[in-house]
Every structure is written in structure tokens, then in C-alpha cells.
């Protein structure tokens, strides 16, 4: 028979708030790691990449932090809003092949 | 603008049917990718092709198979379809690893049901 799925995590926050979306990553050889959003019906979508030469980089609302020491990444969107609703998911890649290990995801609800 | 075509986004075929996904980019990417999606559990990566002829088993390879006879098309087939191969299957591609603007470009996915 089918498998039962796990709940996702999910992170509710206010419109117009901070949102924090945090993801640990397995394998410290990683050299490159992605965040992606997916809303409903749809393929995930790139928001933003840092390579594990850096620490920070930030886009247009969107900043991503990276722990390399504890193996930890993590998505800050500034000003929340109801189109950011979606499920994020982080991935890491090793190596030379562009292989994307994808984390389990966390679903995103803003509340007006 | 990349795009990554998934040839159906809705699929019911039933049990022992062999199945063929089709998937097609348009930006000359050297890898492509195909990926399940099921509540709970996240991407997990099936197959995977650095080249043409080319393919690499993923986590979860049981029960399917892959042809990439061209560049740009990479097709998932499942031999013998079964109940617990329903699922969202998600194709994405890529440029190999080296470069530096290496993020994979999904389609929109094709959700397949097995009765």
C-alpha cells in the first residue's frame, strides 16, 4: 500500500512581518545551496543561491544565510506578504554533476 | 527564459500500464533531472543525466527508467506502473556543475495517479 506522508512544518506569520525559514543541510562537502518556493500546482521556482565561500547574500526581500560550522541555511523575506505563501524548500548540491539533495520543505501561510 | 516543458500535468493510468513522461528545456542544459514529489517527504531524486545517453540512478531508481537519446529531452518511464508510484513527478535541468549559474530550472510537473 501507499505510505503516509509526514506533515510538513509550517511557519504562520502576520502580513507585513519577518519570516525565518531555516533548513540543515547533511553533507559538509556542499559547496552550493539554493532556496526554492512552490506555490500550489506548480514546479518550485528559484529565489535565491549562495556558494560556501560566503555567508550572506541578499536579493530583493529575500536574504540567505548560511552556518557552515553547525550546517545550518536559512531564508529571511522581509515584509511578508500573501503571494509569499508557498512551500520553500532548500537544497545542496555537491560536487560537479549540479546534483540538487533537496530538504523536506516548510510550508508558508501568511495571514492578512 | 528557461523553460522546462512536462509533456502532460495530469496522468491516470492503471496498474501494470507502462508509462512514458516526457520532458523538454529549451537553454542547451547538460543535466537533467527527474525528481517525485510526495507529501511529507520533499524531492526525491529518481534518475539523473549529465549527457546524452547518459544517466545516473537517484535515491529512489526502483521500478523506473530513463532514455535521453537528445540534449534537450529526457524521458522517465515506468515499466509497470504501480499504486505506489502515484505521485507528482517534477523534471528539471541544468548546466553542469562547474559553472557558476548551476541552479536547476523546473517544469510544472505532472501528477500521475495509478488506479
Known amino acids: 500500500g501507499e505510505s503516509v506522508g509526514l506533515h510538513l512544518p509550517t511557519l504562520s506569520v502576520q502580513e507585513g512581518d519577518n519570516s525565518i525559514i531555516n533548513c540543515a543541510y547533511s553533507?559538509?562537502?556542499?559547496?552550493?545551496f539554493i532556496w526554492y518556493k512552490q506555490e500550489s500546482g506548480k514546479g518550485p521556482q528559484f529565489i535565491i543561491d549562495?556558494?560556501?565561500?560566503?555567508d550572506k547574500r541578499q536579493g530583493q526581500r529575500v536574504t540567505v544565510l548560511l552556518n557552515k560550522t553547525v550546517k545550518h541555511l536559512s531564508l529571511q523575506i522581509a515584509a511578508t506578504q500573501p503571494g509569499d505563501s508557498a512551500v520553500y524548500f532548500c537544497?545542496?548540491?555537491?560536487?560537479?554533476?549540479?546534483?540538487?539533495?533537496f530538504g523536506k520543505g516548510t510550508k508558508l501561510s501568511v495571514k492578512p | 527564459d528557461v523553460k522546462v516543458t512536462q509533456s502532460s500535468r495530469y496522468l491516470v493510468k492503471r496498474t501494470g500500464e507502462k508509462v512514458f513522461l516526457e520532458c523538454v528545456q529549451d537553454?542547451?542544459?547538460?543535466?537533467m533531472f527527474w525528481y517525485r514529489q510526495d507529501p511529507g517527504l520533499g524531492l526525491r531524486l529518481i534518475y539523473f543525466?549529465?549527457?546524452?545517453?547518459?544517466?545516473e540512478k537517484g535515491d529512489i531508481p526502483e521500478g523506473y527508467s530513463v532514455s535521453r537519446e537528445k540534449k534537450e529531452r529526457f524521458s522517465l518511464i515506468l515499466e509497470s506502473a504501480s499504486t505506489n508510484q502515484t505521485s507528482m513527478y517534477l523534471c528539471?535541468?541544468?548546466?553542469?556543475?562547474?559553472?557558476?549559474?548551476?541552479?536547476?530550472?523546473f517544469g510544472q510537473g505532472t501528477r500521475l495517479t495509478v488506479v
Open positions: 528539471a535541468s541544468s548546466f553542469e556543475g562547474a559553472r557558476e549559474d548551476t541552479e536547476a530550472f
Open positions: 553533507n559538509s562537502a556542499s559547496d552550493y
Open positions: 549562495i556558494r560556501s565561500n560566503m
Open positions: 537544497a545542496e548540491n555537491i560536487g560537479s554533476q549540479g546534483n540538487l539533495i
Open positions: 537553454m542547451d542544459h547538460e543535466n
Open positions: 543525466s549529465y549527457d546524452v545517453k547518459m544517466k
